[in-house]
């Protein structure tokens, strides 16, 4: 794939400066109106809002690490690199990069930055030993006793502790090489990203989305969250599904990659009780494609894993309403639902970085659109219901890649693909060392 243009920050600048400019308004404002609030006195339960965790100030000789890791992958961009080079390598680099950023921004605060999230006392991991031998007991009283699990696996069905379980019998027990498997699958979301966006907006389109991907600010929780694991079960359910809808995939080819999209989701939704949301953007998808039928395919594999907990004694919805009733009184009175709402869009926009301003303004001028329904659809329903309280910075981990899509869009419908958004990038990489190195987050 040649590429005709050199690329100067001064052109770079001058095609994008609208978004950068609208990113940096809209953080100020919102940056202004966090510091009001907590000023005020207002409930918010944390002393780090926009985000949960504690502020303190980390720089060292680590720090360099993340800018040198995001000036190499920016300027392969600028040059052209992955617009030339065989596909998969692009995915080969997408994923590097992303794990790379993501364990660099952990270890400004050493060795200790991939494991501490997992140490933490109310973490998923200090649910383990509550499983034994016996995960099927496990599973069937994981409801009935959710009073007895950390804060971490309050909010979440049982996927985080067992998965976890699952590793330390097989002998991964080191909090450290949990921390980098952990980091290591939720940078699968990349290429799993680049081939959906690939069959639905074209290659050209995937690989001048790779660098936003892989610089993403959101990499910050990416090292530190099982909810990690969400995002990459949730890359693949939708990535599965745009194989199943392929133009001329039919038979029972089309229906096993439906009900593989379906079992993906099922995973996810044992890990979530937020993903089922994604699979919003396969429906939609499928209708666009005008493949309706497929939705049966995908919906019968979403409910293969429910089901089989449900066999073992645990059944989601309840998992569900309990999670619910539990955070209604134990978070819902010391947080504000209010001043939350807001502050989870600040929280988004500065996770997400200023390729979201650019998606939101070009999302009609993308057949990428079903992913971006999925994922707002996902965050609307968390601000109305109430569930975003702090923490959305990992809870939405699953959703950040695709509300980003129309990034590199055409201007104007079946206009011309923009450049590699490479200014909206490179600022988004240095938000991400600046929260690292002020921020010490949780899981």
């Known amino acids: 794939m040649n590429v005709n243009y050199p690329i100067t920050w001064t052109v770079v600048l001058d095609v994008q400066r609208r978004d950068l400019v609208g990113w940096l308004l809209l953080g100020l404002g919102g940056l202004t109106m966090t510091w009001l609030v907590v000023r005020s006195g207002a ?20 720090t360099l690490l993340a800018p040198a890791i995001a000036a190499g992958v920016l300027t392969a961009a600028a040059r052209g690199w992955f617009e030339r080079a065989r596909w998969w390598l692009v995915l080969l680099a997408g994923y590097a990069a992303m794990l790379g950023w993501a364990i660099a921004l952990a270890l ?14 109310d973490s998923h991991l200090t649910d383990v030993a509550d499983v034994g031998r016996d995960a099927l007991g496990y599973l069937a009283t994981f409801t009935d006793r959710a009073a007895e699990h950390s804060d971490a696996t309050r909010g979440h069905p049982p996927g985080p502790v067992l998965a976890l379980w699952a590793a330390h019998r097989i002998g991964l027990a080191d909090p450290l090489a949990l921390g980098v498997l952990v980091t290591a699958v939720g940078a699968l979301t990349v290429p799993l990203v680049l081939t959906t966006v690939r069959g639905v907006c074209g290659e050209p389109a995937a690989r001048r989305y790779l660098p936003v ?29 745009v194989r199943a809808s392929a133009p001329g995939r039919t038979g029972w080819s089309a229906g096993l990659w439906a009900t593989g999209s379906g079992i993906l989701l099922g995973l996810a939704a044992m890990f979530s009780y937020a993903a089922p949301w994604l699979g919003l953007s396969v429906v939609c ?6 493949r309706p039928f497929l939705n049966a395919a995908t919906g019968l594999g979403a409910l293969l894993p429910v089901l089989a907990a449900d066999l073992a004694g ?15 009184t134990r978070i819902g009175p010391y947080r504000s639902h209010l001043w939350w709402s807001a502050l989870s869009l600040v929280a988004l926009l500065l996770a997400a970085g200023p390729p979201l301003v650019a998606s939101l303004r070009k999302l009609r001028n993308t057949p990428g659109w079903p992913f ?56 988004g990489a240095a938000t991400a060392v600046v929260i690292e190195a002020v921020l010490a987050t949780l899981w």
């Open 314 to 328: 645990f059944g989601w919805v309840d998992g569900l309403l309990g999670a619910h009733a539990d955070y209604a």
């Open 43 to 62: 409930p918010l339960g944390t002393a780090s809002a926009p985000f949960l965790g504690r502020y303190r100030l980390a720089l060292g000789p680590a």
């Open 213 to 241: 991907l892989a610089l993403a600010p959101y990499a910050v929780w990416l090292a530190v969250s099982m909810d990690a694991v969400v995002a990459a079960l949730g890359a693949g359910m939708v990535a599965a599904g």
């Open 108 to 121: 400004v605060d050493g060795p200790d930055g991939l494991s501490r999230a997992l140490l933490a006392d």
């Open 372 to 427: 971006l329904v999925g994922a707002g659809a996902a965050v609307v329903f968390s601000l109305v219901a109430g569930f975003a309280r702090g923490g959305v910075e990992h809870a939405w981990l699953a959703f950040f890649p695709w509300l980003t899509v129309a990034a590199v869009a055409p201007e104007q419908q079946d206009g011309p693909l923009p450049h590699t958004p490479v200014a909206l990038v490179a600022v």
């Open 285 to 290: 998808l499928y209708f666009v494609r005008r």
